[in-house]
């Protein structure tokens, strides 16, 4: 595997399968995980909506870029990102310190089909409609694209075989 330093970054929206695909990667090369959410939230002691609740976005995304800037000294760790950490300049420029930006993408439907029954999800909490995430996945989208030095696919693949094509990719 040739990545920079090793690190594997992994972004896009909420629910396209960045955890289970870093535990796919996990398993099969013997990396390090950093989920992201999980961290922050054992940090505060608090639940990701509880954090936005009672401290706010900018707050917590402040503690994502925290959280970022601790992985440049790390190698051959996969960093599972929130879904929001490529919307700041100053995190993609971080990631791309010591590891590869990948995107993963998935179609609005397949999304909806993954958060519809979790409660874990502040952005989405008050309203789950495909009209909803499809907007907020437009608008994300330009930064996503510009953050990613590979883009893969993740519709109709199962998490070993996209681990597989990342490892194959970068
Ligand atoms: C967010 C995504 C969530 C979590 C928070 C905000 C976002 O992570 O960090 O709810 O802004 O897209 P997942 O992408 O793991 O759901």
């Known amino acids: 595997m040739e990545t920079k330093n090793k690190n594997i970054f992994l972004i896009g929206f909420m629910g ?9 990667l996990q398993e099969r090369h013997d990396m390090e995980i950093i989920e992201m959410d999980d961290i922050i939230a054992k940090r505060n002691g608090m639940s990701i909506p509880d954090i936005f609740e009672q401290r706010g976005e900018p707050y917590f995304r402040n503690e ?9 000294n790390k190698q051959n ?7 929001g950490v490529a919307m700041r300049k100053e995190n993609v420029a971080e990631m791309k310190k010591s590891g590869t930006v990948v995107l993963l993408t ?5 999304i909806l089909e993954r958060v519809e029954h979790s409660h874990d999800r502040p952005l ?12 907020l ?7 996503y694209e510009k953050a990613a030095d590979i883009v893969v696919e993740t519709d109709g693949k199962s998490a ?8 194959r990719r970068i």
């Not at 396209?16 to 796919?24: D, E, L, Q």
């Not at 994502?64 to 440049?72: G, H, P």
């Not at 996945?137 to 930064?143: F, N, S, V, Y």
């Open 137 to 143: 996945m437009e608008t994300r989208r330009p930064a």
């Open 77 to 83: 760790v996969i960093v599972s990102c929130g879904g």
């Open 64 to 72: 994502e870029t925290n959280l970022l800037k601790e992985c440049e």
């Open 16 to 24: 396209v399968g960045k955890s289970t695909i870093a535990r796919a």
């Open 106 to 110: 998935a179609k609005p439907q397949t």
């Open 160 to 167: 070993s075989e996209i681990g597989e094509e990342i490892i």
């Open 124 to 135: 989405l909490e008050n309203n789950k409609t495909i009209e909803h995430i499809a907007a």
